[in-house]
């Protein structure tokens, strides 16, 4: 009976959602991690055998995990499904991780086979909150709980959130800049700054990163010590989007002293059309790719922010592992934080972790954390680069 009502629930959702377009987001929103060498083929299934836990005791259940997309982003089939798969194989948890591959019809049918065949705990990250919120309905009406991984879905009933401290990675971006503009004296100048915000139209990380940057420079608009130039959200994180709304935003303000950028693909959109007019300001990133990384060296980006996905993903796992032990204090105790979701009223049990901002004077930190290796970052005219940046 429980079965056959989430299935009949699912396919009424993945009969609605196959008339929407399929939209998807790199990150962390603005999420996306650089390449990792731990990575694996993207969309397959995953499955371990359920051995002894390394907590010493027996445990039983499956973890379903649906992560988005292949192509917005190469975290998660480079970073994030094999992180997973290794933290639960190392519970002894059997998993069942796969790749909806930008389509909200496919992420409907993988959960709601998932959920069929029996899975303890979904872990989801959809790329459209309204999908995520279908899939958590019909799923807590099977009993099945849900953490929300990366993307919250607001206005949902997932159980837990995880992510990174978003508004506050804004407001790293923000802070950043003005060091950066202080930096190469520019900031006396009373520069102007051009924003490009991530895909607010589908991600609340994006939300999340606009208001943390709003906090730092809003002041120094009022205060005049900035200036505030055209501002635009991507739609859909879409990189050819950013390139033709930062054209125009440049048209507008020629004489753009900074850019604050959502992520490195926004960035490197911007970038390619200040290259165009020989123009080098500091340019703001997130993600920590190995363009955003290579860009910094060069002078073309003054800063990224990574978010080191092995902490997230070994979070979650965790908090899903405590689950399906049926450890809701250590689950609780995890996830000590909170997010307030304004479309229900209720505050979701979070974990949220804290990103870091890259400069060029501290890049090997990202090689040191394994996201990329210095042979991928050091190559042809970076090699130099590198040596000067002490890598």
């Not at 940057?213 to 859909?236: C, F, M, Q, R, W």
């Not at 804290?354 to 090689?367: C, H």
Request: proline fraction near 3%.
């Amino acid at each position: 009976m429980r079965k056959t009502g989430l299935s009949i629930a699912l396919l009424g959702v993945a009969s609605a959602l196959a008339l929407s377009a399929c939209s998807s987001s790199s990150g962390g929103g603005g999420g996306s991690s650089s390449s990792s060498a731990a990575g694996n083929g993207g969309g397959a299934s995953s499955s371990s055998a359920g051995a002894s836990s390394s907590s010493g005791g027996s445990v039983s259940g499956k973890v379903g995990v649906i992560l988005p997309d292949t192509t917005t982003s190469n975290r998660y089939t480079q970073y994030d499904q094999p992180l997973l798969k290794k933290a639960f194989d190392a519970a002894g948890i059997q998993s069942d991780i796969q790749n909806a591959h930008g389509s909200n019809s496919n992420f409907v049918s993988i959960a709601q086979t998932m959920v069929s065949q029996g899975v303890k705990v979904l872990l989801i990250d959809p790329a459209d909150p309204a999908t995520g919120i279908s899939v958590e309905k019909a799923a807590g009406a099977a009993g099945v709980p849900v953490i929300d991984y990366d993307r919250v879905n607001l206005g949902g009933s997932a159980q837990y959130y995880v992510s990174f401290d978003n508004e506050k990675v804004g407001e790293q971006q923000a802070s950043g800049l003005v060091q950066c503009l202080k930096q190469d004296g520019s900031y006396s100048k009373k520069p102007s700054i051009i924003e490009m915000n991530g895909g607010t139209d589908i991600d609340n990380n994006a939300v999340l990163f606009k208001a943390g940057a709003h906090k730092i420079l809003d002041p120094l608009y009022k205060s005049g010590a900035l200036k505030k130039g055209p501002e635009t959200d991507v739609k859909g994180w879409d990189n050819t989007v950013a390139a033709t709304d930062f054209q125009q935003a440049f048209t507008q303000d020629p004489k753009v002293g900074g850019v604050l950028a959502a992520n490195d693909g926004i960035a490197a959109a911007s970038i390619s059309t200040l290259k165009q007019h020989q123009i080098q300001v500091p340019v703001t990133g997130q993600d920590a790719t190995l363009q955003g990384l290579q860009y910094i060296l060069s002078g073309d980006q003054c800063l990224t922010v990574f978010k080191d996905v092995r902490k997230e993903a070994n979070a979650a796992a965790q908090l899903a592992i405590d689950m399906i032990k049926g450890d809701k204090s250590a689950a609780n105790k995890l996830a000590s934080g909170s997010l307030h979701d304004p479309k229900n009223g209720r505050n979701i049990p979070s974990l949220l972790l804290k990103a870091q901002t890259i400069f060029k004077s501290n890049v090997k930190d990202v090689i040191t954390a394994g996201a990329v290796t210095k042979a991928q970052l050091c190559t042809g005219k970076y090699a130099s680069l590198c040596s000067k940046a002490g890598i």
